[in-house]
């Protein structure tokens, strides 16, 4: 069942036994395992089922630090959540996300790496990431290339163990948008509402357990909502939020007795450099480091350091992406091209007009030339993947363009506060304090070193990359990959939540999301957060049973 918030009588007291906090893949996989169960449940989402400009503005943010992108554009309030902003190529014409566990080094506790470690290793999530999949509607946890390569796609070939290649696949975000909320609406035991905001979670007199959380809509009512069991899946920057503006009872906060809640917390900047090959057969060879049907599913390969390598040289954990593209000036002018027809599809003018008619004529006959071919095999010429089964079309590449993101070292003081700004509800709106570090930038210059040196050893190619941190080129500032701030840890000095996300001190609060994440590793979290959540899942289970 789904009833409008905005619909029900102000001051009203609602009862359940499982509030959910939060309608994004984190709650709906939590509420799927709770379906047909002999408890009730109530999901809260702030949206509706379709996009809603006013609740969206309510993801507006500050941030303090290093250039961030505009934050009310990472996240998506709506049933389904940030799965609607999904936009990873997941096969012709079909968007979705790029999936790939956190590795085993990942879990571990580094001396080289502060406040590095989990309170579990990757074999106790390994049944969880297996069950994960099925979930997320892709193929099976495997992700070596020995399990998905074939005779037209093989790893490439390094001449010593420095460098490795492993396997992302990819999902579609239908399952997320569109099939798990349809089903759940069916579903006797479970109650979603819609456009419903939670403003402050209540607790009893000692301070150690919630009653109930209070709701308020965009149009004024007001009302609560009671439950034994609470959980908060509103995603890594808003569980931070939530739990600093209830400070009512506990004036820093709840969960904050020793000033955590939102330290910790990591994104992931996005680089890129240039891979200059050596002959041109090698865009024959890396057919598996496109979006490649393997089995039936989408999947991309990466090249990486090893984990030995990762030990010996004290790094972080990272990848490279291989994307082909004609020189530069006729990548310039593809870029030209498509930020035309964008500002001729959305009717708005485009600055520097006439610098980017010049560049487009300047390329005018590679554009021509991909124009052709995709008009010819409907190919989207300005989308990244899908290029590796054309043959013919391979000849208008130069060299490769190599996207990485990095893996983002904690610190306490990048972290999410309370802005003295409020929002529409009236609470205070989310302030992010956020800056890459010496660790960060090292790490990232020396990983692209080894690169360089393996690359050049295997005959492959030449790496171009900046050799100072001030030169990086950025494809993006940040990942959207919002990560820490309400972090895992058994000692409540040192984290939010424990093994079993629950939070210190609350016996009766949890949190799911990639909020509760120590470390960022180098894989896009959405697979660990599901499978977090159907850890969580079973353990709430275990509670109410």
């Known amino acids: 069942m789904m009833l409008d918030a905005r619909s029900l009588p102000s001051d009203q007291v609602l009862k359940t036994q499982v509030c959910i906090v939060g309608g994004g893949p984190a709650g709906l996989t939590i509420a799927r395992e709770f379906a047909e169960q002999n408890f009730q449940v109530h999901i809260i989402e702030s949206g509706g089922i379709e996009y809603d400009e006013d609740t969206q503005s309510l993801t507006d943010a500050n941030v303090i630090g290093d250039p961030y992108p505009t934050v ?7 049933l389904g959540g940030t799965a609607h902003c999904w936009e990873g190529q997941s096969g012709y014409r079909q968007y979705g996300w790029r999936c790939l566990p956190l590795e085993p080094i990942d879990f571990e506790q580094r001396d080289w790496l502060p406040y590095s470690g989990w309170p579990f290793t990757r074999s106790d999530l390994d049944p969880y990431y297996e069950r994960a999949q099925a979930v997320c509607q892709i193929g099976p946890y495997a992700y070596d290339t020995d399990f998905w390569q074939d005779q037209r796609a093989q790893p490439l070939v390094f ?4 460098l490795t290649s492993s396997i992302s696949q990819y999902g579609l975000r239908d399952p997320f ?8 609406r069916q579903t006797s035991n479970i109650t979603t509402l819609l456009y419903a905001n939670v403003v402050e979670i209540e607790t009893n007199d000692s301070g150690c357990s919630v009653t109930r959380v209070r709701i308020a809509t965009l149009q004024g009512n007001q009302f609560w909502l ?7 899946a509103t995603g890594g920057l808003e569980n931070a939020r939530l739990l600093l503006a209830s400070n009512r009872q ?4 709840l969960g ?15 680089l890129s450099c240039s891979l200059i090959p050596y002959s041109p057969k090698i865009f024959e060879q890396t057919n598996l480091y496109d979006i490649y049907s393997s089995k039936g599913v989408p999947i991309m390969a990466r090249f990486k350091l090893s984990e030995s390598v990762m030990r010996q040289e004290r790094l972080l954990n990272n990848g490279a992406q291989l994307f082909p593209r004609p020189l530069p000036h006729q990548r310039e002018a593809t870029l030209a091209l498509r930020d035309l027809l964008t500002a001729l599809r959305n009717g708005k003018p485009l600055p520097d007009l006439t610098k980017r008619l010049s560049m487009l004529l300047q390329g005018a006959d590679y554009v021509a030339t991909a124009s052709f071919w995709s008009a010819i095999r409907s190919i989207p010429s300005l989308r990244r993947g899908d290029w590796s089964y054309l043959p013919l079309e391979k000849r208008r590449f130069s060299l490769f363009e190599i996207f990485y993101q990095i893996e983002q070292a904690p610190d306490p003081n990048n972290r999410i506060t309370l802005s003295a700004e409020r929002d529409r509800m009236g609470m205070p709106k989310t302030e992010i304090h956020w800056r890459i570090n010496d660790i960060d930038s090292r790490n990232a210059i020396r990983i692209q070193e080894i690169w360089a040196e393996e690359l050049d050893k295997a005959g492959i190619g030449k790496l171009e990359f900046a050799r100072t941190w001030a030169e990086q080129k950025f494809e993006k500032p940040a990942m959207h990959h919002h990560l820490g701030s309400t972090r895992m840890h058994n000692d409540p000095k040192q984290g939010v939540v424990d093994a079993n996300c629950q939070v210190h001190g609350l016996s009766n609060l949890f ?10 590793g180098y894989s896009n979290p959405t697979l660990t957060i599901i499978a977090l959540s159907l850890r969580l899942a079973d353990h709430i289970k275990t509670l109410i049973q």
């Open 72 to 78: 009310r554009e990472t996240r998506r309030r709506q």
């Open 159 to 162: 001449k010593s163990d420095r």
């Open 177 to 184: 948008t569109s099939e798990y909320p349809a089903s759940i």
């Open 226 to 232: 009671e439950a034994n069991i609470f959980i908060l």
């Open 250 to 253: 506990q004036a820093a906060g």
């Open 256 to 270: 904050n007795q020793h000033d955590v809640v939102g330290r910790y917390f990591m994104d992931r900047p996005i």
């Open 511 to 520: 949190i799911a999301g990639s909020s509760v994440f120590p470390t960022s």
